[in-house]
């Protein structure tokens, strides 16, 4: 995997040599020492039984890989001096690594093309999975791909479309690149430059949200390019498997899918309330700017995209809670959103509702349903589970947030902003703030919240327990 990197981080490099950057030789320091420690481990484990790898391998595996890398990936921002400390280098690369998207340059604008470059490909990478390319371009773990997968994208369920998981990895890598390149050939040929375009259809599809200024894509006051990002940050929301399927001409698995339909229908009733209350309040004062403004911050938001148009903090208090509702919720299970996800709220919503119709009915079997089939009680069980372990961790970070000295405000936005992988928060660290100011010790619990977040807590968290290394 750092092999693999090595080759991801001389595209930075070329970049900063094409644009005559002084990051050039940071960035060429930092390849030689990725591609040095890729051959040490290579050596180390040449003579490795790879078939002895299991779940417990895998899961370790992609925790370390994400670790390891957001450490070599911040080489070239404290190498540079382009951040001069070691807290605030990591913090921004890992966020690039887990697609959160949360920044402590106060000046974006002021950084070098190759550095703007690497922290776009950071994001990029990290929405389909280091893991994945690893599985789709490298298939040399053997037995051990299985586990690395599952590890890597730990959804509700799996549907392997094909036998092999290498397979199955390499057709969702080939679908993420063909809908990177259609939406950086769309920017482009709007007001964006080509460098703009590349750096925004990386960080769009990815859902990750950064961008190459200050103002985000409030910069070029666009409709064109806001609601092409609204497209495209809506479609890397959606489970990139049902892409696939609709671009092998099987639309019917596309528009069938209820999970689908229920993230469609929920953004566009979200989105028409927010627009009726912008025009109420007049913030805005035509339907059609509201609508654009409304439309975008709602998917930006529940998509964990975290691009900014506009300051949501001055739409008052009954925005913050959607926003905090739709941070919670996020996007669709197997996409490169973070967050809650909305089959697992699918789920507990029948199941509530199914809870209701048990008190009328108490000898009454009732199952839950998705897609027309039963979701057995295990996988209902799990998302419950996975929902108490998501609340707990939000309240419990609120606390250490809270005891390092942030704000109340800010501890709420910050914690569930980094469980959920979305970026901006509120009070400080909104739309149009950043995170440079977050004390050190939160800087680094905020780091890992984002690698849990990425790895959908379990992955994380399981590791940490010692009866999960016991024979």
Avoid at 120 to 131: F, K, M, V
């Amino acid at each position: 995997m750092f092999l693999l990197e090595t080759f991801f981080m001389l595209m930075a490099t070329g970049v900063a040599f094409l644009y005559k950057g002084d990051d050039f030789y940071p960035f060429l320091i930092s390849t030689g020492i990725i591609f040095g420690s890729g051959l040490l481990f290579y050596l180390i484990g040449r003579k490795a039984d790879e078939y002895n790898a299991g779940r417990r391998e895998g899961m370790l595996t992609v925790a370390l890989t994400w670790v390891l890398f957001s450490f070599f990936g911040m080489l070239p921002f404290y190498l540079g001096g382009y951040v001069d400390n070691i807290t605030d280098a990591y913090f921004e690369t890992i966020s690039g690594f887990t697609t959160t998207g949360s920044s402590i340059l106060t000046d974006i604008e002021a950084m070098p093309h190759g550095i703007l470059f690497w922290r776009s490909l950071t994001q990029w990478q990290g929405g389909i999975g280091i893991i994945v390319f690893t599985v789709a371009l490298m298939p040399i773990f053997g037995g051990g791909a299985a586990q690395l997968f599952d590890a890597e994208t730990p959804g509700i369920t799996h549907e392997r479309f094909r036998p092999r998981v290498t397979q199955v990895a390499k057709r969702l890598s080939g679908v993420y690149i063909f809908l990177t390149l259609i939406v950086i050939g769309l920017l482009w040929a709007g007001p964006m430059d080509l460098f703009d375009a590349v750096n925004h259809g990386l960080t769009t599809i990815a859902t990750g949200g950064y961008s190459t200024k200050n103002a985000s894509i409030g910069h070029w006051h666009s409709a064109y390019i806001e609601y092409t990002v609204i497209i495209f940050m809506f479609i890397g929301a959606t489970n990139i498997t049902l892409i696939y399927f609709l671009l092998n001409r099987q639309p019917k698995k596309f528009f069938a899918d209820e999970e689908l339909r229920w993230f469609f229908f929920f953004v566009l009733a979200i989105a028409l309330v927010v627009t009726a209350w912008l025009l109420i309040t007049s913030v805005f004062t035509d339907l059609g700017t509201s609508f654009r403004q409304a439309l975008f911050q709602v998917v930006t938001l529940i998509t964990t995209c975290g691009f900014a148009t506009e300051n949501y903090i001055s739409w008052g208090p009954f925005f913050w809670f959607i926003a905090l509702i739709l941070m919670f919720i996020c996007g669709c299970a197997g996409s490169t959103s973070g967050g809650l996800k909305m089959g697992r709220f699918v789920i507990l919503t029948k199941n509530l509702f199914n809870e209701f119709k048990k008190q009328t009915h108490p000898h009454a079997v009732i199952p839950v349903r998705m897609n027309g089939h039963v979701i057995s009680g295990e996988i209902v069980h799990r998302v419950l589970a996975f929902v108490f372990a998501y609340i707990t961790l939000i309240v419990v970070s609120c606390l250490v947030l809270a005891l390092d000295g942030m704000p109340f405000e800010d501890t709420i936005g910050a914690a569930i902003s980094a469980i959920g992988n979305i970026g901006p928060g509120l009070g400080a660290e909104g739309p149009v703030g950043n995170y440079a100011n977050v004390p050190d010790i939160s800087k680094w619990f905020l780091s890992f919240l984002m690698l849990t977040g990425r790895l959908e807590i379990f992955t994380v968290l399981t590791i940490l327990i010692p009866g999960f290394w016991k024979q």
